[in-house]
């Protein structure tokens, strides 16, 4: 079967840094996706990543590397409004989505 | 209206009623999904319409029906449901479901809670 893994919870201070992993068996790749989720709101894209290496946004950079299976998502100088969950998904040979469960990030002042 | 938007943002129905769920996306795009996201699961896709044909159906059970009437709006017609089926319900859109780098947008989601 096909299967995403992310750590359920996080918590990290204000004005630190966090690391969100996401690892993932899946028929197949084509891409992964990270997206914010603020609690009782809409998913909100983040990032792409098809080929191995590190993406970076602004405070956000994504990671991944195909051979391991294996993402990450870094957020830096971390801000109250960063509190939200993020979700990984990879699109698989069929051009499917599939989804983790997400990580809730909890940030402390 | 911009983006994707969603009707209503909430919904409390009785296992016999019928109720429908509404979205609409303002972004020109072709593919429209429903989700479900319940607490702590990944999220379920549903249904996926391009250019208002169903392309997916992911053995979702018959109380749920879904409709597309255009590349604008899509409906999810909810009957007979069960107390399981409680959870936010996601409508998406994006340009082509086969795309590579294809972004879906997400509307604010109805939660739906049935007694």
């Known amino acids: 079967g096909q299967n995403i893994d992310q750590p359920t919870e996080m918590t990290a201070t204000e004005g630190a840094i966090v690391q969100i992993n996401c690892t993932y068996q899946?028929?197949?790749?084509?891409?992964l996706f990270w997206y914010q989720q603020h609690a009782g709101e809409a998913p909100t894209f983040l990032s792409y990543?098809?080929l191995d290496g590190l993406e970076e946004k602004g405070r956000f950079s994504s990671f991944l590397s195909r051979s391991k299976g294996y993402s990450y998502l870094l957020l830096k100088e971390l801000q109250m409004k960063d509190s939200a969950s993020y979700l990984c998904a990879v699109r698989d040979r069929n051009y499917q989505l599939i989804w983790g469960a997400g990580t809730k990030l909890i940030i402390k002042p | 209206e911009t983006g994707v938007t969603q009707t209503p943002r909430h919904l409390v129905m009785g296992m016999t009623n019928k109720k429908s769920l509404k979205c609409e996306q303002h972004?020109?795009?072709?593919?429209m999904y429903w989700y479900k996201q319940s607490a702590k699961k990944p999220l379920e896709l549903m249904f996926v319409?391009?250019?208002?044909?169903?392309?997916e159906n992911n053995s979702v059970p018959s109380r749920f029906s879904p409709e597309c009437p255009n590349s604008s709006h899509l409906f999810l017609h909810l009957h007979t449901l069960q107390p399981e089926d409680s959870a936010l319900y996601l409508c998406?859109?994006?340009?082509?479901?086969?795309?590579?780098?294809?972004?879906?947008?997400f509307g604010p989601g109805t939660r739906l809670l049935v007694l």
């Open positions: 899946t028929s197949g790749f084509n891409g």
């Open positions: 998406a859109s994006s340009q082509d479901p086969s795309g590579g780098a294809e972004t879906q947008y």
């Open positions: 319409y391009s250019l208002e044909e169903r392309v």
């Open positions: 990543n098809v």
């Open positions: 972004l020109g795009h072709n593919a």
